[in-house]
């Protein structure tokens, strides 16, 4: 996933570097002849080629290690701002309203990452009756994205249940989002687009996408997807935030396994 091409080619780096100065340690001189220099890189060719393992290994390390600097400090953050994660306000929320599990999730519809995400979140939602989700638009994609997050956020207003539909589909289109497709992807979900436009204009919309640009940055996200999940338990009355535990960040596209994984680490005893 994304995440781990990024610390693979790290670790690939990394590797090279250390096979580069042994290469400089055991020589009297820095200065290789071209033939010296193709023999380290020989080296280096072979043994990767010979042990892709150790790549994998040096990798999952790395990524690890990352994670578990940004668990750090999402835990010293995310009590900060919790009732601004925690509670829909003005983003869309599906699934358990009292799930005990509330799973918050940066996106944006132009984000690849995020369509391989989704699939984990709606096979969570379909298994996992006590998951509650938080969807919160982050448009880093330019205008279009910013277009095509206003249009989620219109559709919730317009019908909870036809921006679940609108939502999937989205999440579903390899095509570039333009505003035409998007609207058409309205128009065939069962929305009122006429009236989805001008719900558009509404500028509380404006705010929520501050808002959330104001969140991601004090949680250090530098892009989509990104998930905070914790154990919340709610009012039943108002479905607002009254404690939570156990918050756990997952800072981008992960596997299935390590993404059930933070929802059990969420979930706690």
Known sequence: MQLFRHFFRVALFCFLGI?????????????????????????????????????????????????????????????????KLFNGGTSPVVGNPDGNVTIVEFFDYQC??????????????????????????????????????????????????????????????????????????ASEVGLNVKQLQADMKNPMFGVEIQENYELAKKLNLTGTPAFIMARVVYDPKTHKMVSFKNPVLVPGAVDEETFLKAVAEARGG
């Open 112 to 185: 690849p990452h995020c369509k391989e995400m989704s699939a984990f979140v709606n096979g969570l939602l379909k298994t996992d009756k006590d998951i509650r989700v938080v969807y919160k638009v982050l448009p880093i994609f330019g205008d279009d994205s910013k277009f095509d997050v206003t249009a989620g956020l219109a559709a919730y207003v317009q019908s909870p249940e036809k921006f679940s539909a609108f939502h999937d589909a989205m999440m579903k289109l390899t095509v570039p989002l333009t505003p035409a497709v998007t609207l058409k992807v």
């Open 19 to 83: 096979f580069t100065s042994v290469a400089i340690a055991q020589s009297s001189s820095t200065d290789f002849s071209p033939a010296q220099t193709e023999a380290i890189q020989k080296i280096v060719h072979d043994y990767l080629v010979n042990n892709p393992q150790v790549l994998v290994e040096v990798a999952k390390s790395l990524q690890k290690q990352e994670q578990d600097k940004w668990q750090k400090e999402a835990a010293k953050t995310v009590p900060e701002i919790a009732k």
